[in-house]
């Protein structure tokens, strides 16, 4: 997800460390903080595999550097676009990562097939809780944290489904899960 994140925002142009660190922070920054200890030495495990470069700027003052990604890297960053890992699909925010710079894919194909794959995990059903191998839904929990949880997830699955439906050209199905109850990775409740 860090490695991504920096190979994106250096494909918009070069930029300096401060900079980098600074978008990459308020990427992904409200759900998992970006420390020194971690984005460093990304940025040297890609300076080394020569997937980004590193140069001196001289009229930022000394031991200041600006960022840059080759051609390796930005090759790199397509294919990571093109074909994500599961968990890039699955983890609501390492897909964010993947959505914020999925228009760098020239090939509007490309884009939707990745979209498709996170429409398919989020139509599966699906919980936080369960009882045996059965999801429960929100109607179904006392605690009121525990419910709240799957209602939030309820909600933001539906509009993401719907999003993504929009996006893709397609029409809602005739009895769309994203309009009942049963929602997937929004924690689900079939409408009863």
Not at 56 to 68: E, F, H, I, Q
Not at 146 to 162: H, P
Request: charged fraction near 30%; aromatic fraction near 8%; include cysteine.
């Amino acid at each position: 997800m860090l490695e991504l994140a920096i190979l994106g925002f250096l494909a918009e142009g070069p930029l300096p460390g401060h900079e980098l660190r600074r978008r990459v922070s308020q990427l992904t920054g409200y759900t998992r903080p970006v420390s020194d200890g971690s984005l460093y030495p990304a940025i040297n495990r890609l300076t080394k595999a020569g997937l980004i470069e590193r140069r001196a700027d001289p009229a930022a003052g000394t031991a200041r550097y600006v960022l840059s990604l080759t051609e390796p890297g930005r090759a790199e960053m397509l294919q990571r676009l093109r074909k994500p890992a599961d968990h890039e699909i699955t983890d609501f925010t390492r897909f964010y990562v993947v959505l914020a710079f999925l228009s760098h894919l020239p090939d509007v194909a490309e884009q939707h097939a990745v979209l498709r794959r996170r429409l398919e995990f989020l139509e599966e059903p699906a919980s936080f809780f369960y009882d045996s191998d059965r999801p429960l839904r929100a109607e179904e929990i006392a605690d009121p944290y525990r419910r709240c949880m799957l209602l939030t997830a309820r909600a933001t699955s539906r509009a993401e489904r719907i999003w993504l439906r929009e996006t893709l050209g397609e029409k809602p199905p005739a009895f769309d899960t994203a309009c009942t109850d049963s929602d997937p990775h929004a924690p689900a409740v079939p409408a009863s």
